[in-house]
């Protein structure tokens, strides 16, 4: 049992270092910019565990980073760097909203839901599983090939709203169907009423688990987890290489597409041009931060929706774009640091 | 006499692994001088100290009477040491004389001066009669020129001391003669020589001394004339080991032949292949890979219950043969027809196929297609047997714990630990792990490259009985090995390649080493050898 | 069609042309000492804010330019640090830096000019801004240097004894190793030249448009990584790649400013799909260094 700890903590130094120095660096950063850092912290935790809409918006902005934490986590662990969750979360939500707003206005809610998310789902499946084949089929690097399809989406995303669906006078789509809605917590909890936070949230471990039991326990997540640490050798042991990266990335991107769930059921009610705000960007310092752990992705998520939406609380004191920094900051000391310590394990 | 080499106190290690403890070394000048050992015992940390590449723990370094001011490559080479790494230090796109000059380049004008390195090669190629074209690059050359490149290099910085890593790893018998003498050579003209290996006929034919290392400490520092290759063994391994008949005259005996013909032979399986049904039938096998011609013409069966093994220099063609019957490589023309009654052309199936139908491999390189490292052993273990341990969606532990638990008693790996990373496995067991998994697949054509690389004398002799148990059972078996004694201790029959074509074939019993060797390095078949391997 | 042949449309091409030929050419020194840059596009953020920072503190366009290649190598730095120092995976510590040159980008640009999405005009070297066309591209300064380096690149690759150490670095690392070659210097120099360049190529975007914009490098530094790969990590073979993606960038905005039928989000992905398409089309033809990425 101790080298089990003995790992366990090894493998927490890492996201531990990356943590502890954004903190340091966005202690100078409040410096620089002319305030107190306990004043920003303070004000950073009260605007959002600190009242119940607050804690109502951390879990809302959470979900989304589940999402794209998991987009980025499932072809990581399949030897993928995918950094096209931004384009994924895009074809997901315009796909639930099409689909949504063309539902019969009486399809039963349960219908109506499971059509959307399932809509959402496979739209991002389809847009992540691209740069999958072309890595699996040509060797094309799918960094490069996830960042160009993130910019062919928008400019689709934005000229099949702008040219075909947009409502008048505005860039979103048509209302979906009241039965694709999904319910606010804030009509069950008075204390998050005002928040976006939906049962979208309930989503959260069940995708979570499903994807920790699909890597951990089933054949695909073997063939899946052995493509990413060895391709040679599982392909020696006849894992069909190409097509295990091609549905790691497709399933990476379904989980981008299910951030139009919470944006479109849970929230809006349509699509709108341009929502997606870095929620794809920010998936990648979620999912390193956890290493590429599913249930350690749940924890990043809410660190990372605490400065999201913290960022709004310190406005006044500092400019929010600090929040951006510190996710910066944590994804690239998280990747250092962790190299350095697999090399200690390598080593030993 | 002056001394050349002196280390004193050698400690090294990597982690909770001890390389090298303690060890003292003292080489005169103008000697060559052996040092021996099993595979991990330390060698080439040693000599990778010695050279400056390695950086030791602790203890002192002295070069023909000079402490290295560092402990670089750079430092040792100033004085007068070079080394020829047993895997090749050479930059494979540039050319001859671009890897000459490298670190040490010529200029003129501030630009690097190509002339002048293409006369250096010349220079240096002439007063050691060894030819090599300046403007070829080295990733065109064969295996042996490289290493000639390699010892180019070495006199061209003006090395008076040399150290060769194991460098008769990758060479035929011809070559290996010529290279010993090479070293002779060097040493009569007041050069010293140390020399890597574990061949004890080499060392008894080329050393004046002999150091053996075991388990990173010096056992023994011997006068060659004084010993023989039974103490040097048991030096190595640290118990006597059976030499059959210790003759007095070493130097043209190999033990490890005679050891393995005595083995082959008591299998008693030595009959023709006619007698068995074919389990594999290559027809006319043809492969061109970066534009030439790796294989060519390439037909043979084996027979189920018969080991093939495949003789020949490095980079022939084996590993491709190899690649492209596990199906790791597209694009061969002409068919490999495998099975009895349920025929079919393994060209066409894909790898997971293959394994289905009855295909097993034990890839060469063991690091690259064998073993994830970073997998538990349990985890390895159950590729490319995934529907063995219940539904996929939800794989069994007890079955894969089970399965781990039965392979590794089987196949005496330690620890005992299905849990244990792959990485952390010596040679020996994680070769064991590879041919535990391939073996309990139940294969009908077991695919074998180079079982025992990398893997310690205790563990060689349990990986061969493994090999000829699954003979005994009826399984085909093609086996690769750069080692020759193992291809006799083993084989039904031997094929020899060069350049991608099957150049002779010999019967257990019958095979001639003189002759296989220089089937290796291209003499045409002799009337002798069957035509089984030309074209039907 | 003819005006894809005037000397407009040549002297745009060019003049796009120029930030990705700096950035793939900073890429080639990189990788062919063996490490993989992801980051050009954050070089090319961090260069362009380097030199609205410095020509606005200073009101020169020169104390701009050092400003800019300040401002690419300090990204520079931190990818040697941790790549060739700490040995971390190049492609998240790339991709993380990328975001982080934009976020450092924007908060600065809020701090400084209180903006989200622009500095206020500083000077370049165009400073009259009357001289169009030919003369105005073979006066500026950064111009002649991309024409400059990219004559010299080729040479310092392939004939200089920085070139070839450089190389066998990426190449074979441990055989340069073992003749006393320090992998660790010649792999941060070959990153530190990537920062120079790909700063310089910052400098042109914020010079060429007198400000600052937020993200203004706009996956430039990712289209001249296809570039580099596409021209086979030869400095004249990734400039040639560099000019067929600029030529898809000249072609939109021509199109753009006739005003054809085609919708404006088509022609805006133009590049980006001509770059998906040529990196997919090539990249079986290319052969990468071989320890490129590799440890050592």
């Known amino acids: ?163 075909f669906l947009a409502q008048p006078q505005t860039l979103h789509t048509a209302a979906i169907v009241d039965g694709a809605r999904l319910t606010r917590l804030g009509s069950w909890l008075p204390a998050f009423r005002g928040s976006a936070v939906n049962t979208a949230l309930f989503l959260v471990p069940v995708v979570v688990a499903g994807t920790a039991w699909l890597l951990n326990r089933t054949a695909t997540g073997h063939q899946l987890r052995s493509v990413g640490l060895g391709a040679r050798v599982a392909e020696a042991s006849g894992v069909p290489v190409a097509r295990v990266q091609t549905l790691a990335m497709a399933l990476g991107g379904g989980m981008a597409g299910m951030v139009g769930v919470n944006f479109v059921q849970g929230y809006k009610g349509y699509f709108e041009d341009g929502f997606s705000g870095g929620v794809g960007f920010m998936g990648i310092a979620v999912a390193m931060l956890a290493r590429a752990e599913p249930w350690l992705l749940i924890p990043a998520a809410l660190l990372f929706a605490t400065l999201s939406q913290g960022g709004l609380a310190i406005n006044a004191l500092v400019p929010k774009e600090i929040v951006d920094v510190l996710v910066a900051v944590v994804l690239v000391v998280a990747a250092a640091a962790g190299a350095r310590s697999a090399r200690r394990e390598e080593g030993s | 006499m002056s001394v050349a080499v002196e280390l004193r106190g050698i400690c090294k290690a990597y982690g909770a692994l001890t390389a090298n403890r303690a060890v003292d070394l003292t080489v005169d000048v103008g000697t060559v001088h052996a040092i021996v050992g099993e595979n991990g015992a330390g060698k080439s940390t040693l000599m990778r100290i010695l050279a400056g590449v390695e950086v030791a723990d602790a203890g002192t370094v002295r070069i023909l009477g000079e402490s290295p001011a560092r402990p670089t490559a750079r430092e040792a080479i100033r004085l007068g040491l070079g080394m020829v790494h047993q895997h090749f230090m050479l930059v494979e796109p540039f050319t001859v004389a671009e890897n000459l000059v490298l670190g040490h380049e010529l200029l003129r004008a501030g630009l690097l001066d190509l002339a002048a390195a293409r006369k250096a090669v010349a220079d240096v190629s002439a007063a050691w009669g060894l030819e090599v074209p300046a403007d070829a690059r080295v990733e065109d050359l064969s295996v042996g020129e490289k290493q000639r490149v390699e010892i180019l290099r070495v006199l061209y910085q003006g090395a008076r001391v040399l150290v060769l890593d194991e460098p008769t790893a990758v060479l035929s018998p011809a070559e290996v003669t010529r290279l010993l003498a090479m070293l002779r050579r060097f040493a009569a003209s007041g050069r010293t020589v140390l020399i890597v290996t574990h061949k004890l006929d080499e060392v008894m034919a080329v050393a004046d001394r002999v150091t053996v290392l075991r388990r990173g400490e010096r056992v023994g520092d011997l006068v060659t004339m004084q010993t023989s290759p039974a103490e040097l063994a048991h030096l190595m391994v640290g118990r006597p080991v059976p030499m059959p008949g210790n003759r007095p005259d070493p130097p043209d005996a190999d033990p490890a032949i005679d050891e393995s013909i005595a083995g082959s032979a008591s299998g008693g399986s030595g009959a023709s292949a006619g007698a068995r049904p074919a389990i594999l039938t290559l027809d006319g096998l043809g492969l061109v890979a970066g534009g030439r011609s790796a294989l060519a013409g390439v037909s043979f069966k084996v027979g189920a219950g018969e080991i093939v093994g495949i003789a020949g220099v490095i980079g022939n063609g084996q590993s491709e043969l190899l690649d492209v019957l596990g199906g790791l490589r597209a694009g061969a023309t002409g068919t490999v027809q495998f099975g009895g009654s349920d025929r079919v052309n393994l060209l066409t199936l894909s790898v997971a196929e293959r394994i289905r139908a009855g295909v097993a491999h034990v890839p060469e390189d063991r690091a690259d297609r064998g073993l994830v490292a970073d997998f538990t052993v349990a985890e390895n273990l159950m590729l490319g047997k995934l529907r063995e341990f219940g539904p996929w969606y939800a794989l069994g532990r007890t079955a894969v714990r089970a399965h781990a638990d039965a392979v590794l008693e089987r196949f005496d790996v330690r620890p005992r630990d299905p849990e244990a990373q792959a990485s952390t496995l010596s040679g020996g067991n994680a070769q064991k792990v590879v041919l535990g998994r391939e073996i309990t697949r139940s294969p009908r054509l077991l695919l074998c490259g180079q079982p025992t690389r990398g893997v310690d004398i205790g563990a060689v002799e349990a990986i061969h009985a493994q090999l000829r148990a699954l003979r005994d059972a009826g399984v085909g078996i093609v086996l690769v090995s750069a080692e020759l004694t193992e291809l006799l201790a083993l084989c039904d029959r031997i094929l020899v390649m060069h350049r991608g074509r099957i150049t002779g074939e010999f019967l257990a019993g019958e095979a001639d080493l003189d002759r296989i060797g220089e089937l290796m390095l291209g003499a045409t078949a002799a009337p002798a050898a069957a035509g089984i391997g030309g074209p039907p | 069609m003819s005006a894809f042949l005037s000397g407009v449309f040549l002297l745009q091409l060019l003049r796009i042309a120029v930030p990705y030929v700096l950035a793939a050419l900073g890429g080639t020194f990189s990788e062919r000492g063996g490490v993989i840059n992801i980051a050009l596009e954050g070089m090319l953020l961090a260069g362009a804010f380097g030199y609205v920072l410095a020509a606005h503190a200073s009101g020169s366009a020169w104390v701009g330019l050092l400003g800019g290649v300040l401002g690419g190598e300090v990204v520079a730095i931190g990818l040697a640090a941790a790549v060739v120092r700490l040995r971390a995976d190049a492609i998240v510590v790339g991709v993380g830096l990328n975001l982080l040159a934009l976020a450092v980008t924007r908060f600065l640009l809020k701090l400084v000019w209180d903006s989200s999405s622009n500095s206020d005009r500083v000077p370049a070297f165009d400073a009259d801004n009357s001289a169009v066309g030919l003369v105005a591209l073979v006066t500026n300064p950064v111009f002649l240097l991309t024409v400059t380096l990219l004559a010299l690149s080729p040479v310092l690759l392939n004939r200089t004894r920085f070139g070839l150490r450089l190389r066998a670095c990426g190449e074979h690392p441990e055989a340069a190793t073992s003749v006393g070659i320090s992998v660790t210097t010649y792999r941060t120099a070959g990153v530190l030249l990537s920062g120079m360049f790909a700063g310089l190529g910052g400098v042109w975007l914020a010079a060429s448009q007198h400000q600052f914009t937020d993200g203004m490098s706009a996956g430039r530094g990712y289209i001249a990584l296809a570039a580099m790969i596409t021209g086979r990590w030869s400095p004249l073979g990734a400039a040639a790649a560099c000019l067929l993606f600029a030529t898809a960038e000249a072609v939109q905005m021509t199109l753009q400013g006739q005003g054809t039928g085609i919708p404006t989000q088509f022609l805006q992905m133009l590049p980006h799909v001509v770059t998906l398409v040529t990196l997919v089309g090539f990249i079986g033809r290319s052969r990468a260094p071989r320890a490129l990425g590799k440890a050592r």
């Open chain 1, 1 to 163: 049992m101790s080298p089990k700890l003995a790992s366990l903590l090894d493998r927490l130094i890492a996201p531990a270092l990356a943590l502890a120095l954004a903190m340091a660096i966005g202690h100078v950063l409040i410096l620089v910019a002319g305030a107190s850092p306990p004043e920003v912290f303070g004000a950073l935790l009260a605007g959002t565990w600190g009242n119940g809409y607050g804690i109502a918006q951390v879990l809302f902005k959470a979900t989304p980073l589940v999402f794209t934490g998991l987009a980025v986590a499932i072809p990581y662990r399949a030897g993928l760097f995918n950094i096209g969750a931004e384009g994924q979360v895009v074809a997901g939500a315009l796909a639930a909203g099409f689909v949504g707003s063309h539902l019969p206005t009486a399809a039963p809610a349960l219908v109506a839901v499971t059509t959307c998310v399932i809509a959402a789902f496979m739209a991002g499946a389809l847009w992540g599983a691209l740069p999958g084949w072309l890595r699996g089929r040509f060797g094309a690097h799918e960094v490069i090939t996830s960042i160009m399809l993130n910019f062919i989406a928008m400019a689709l995303a934005n000229w099949v709203v702008a040219d």
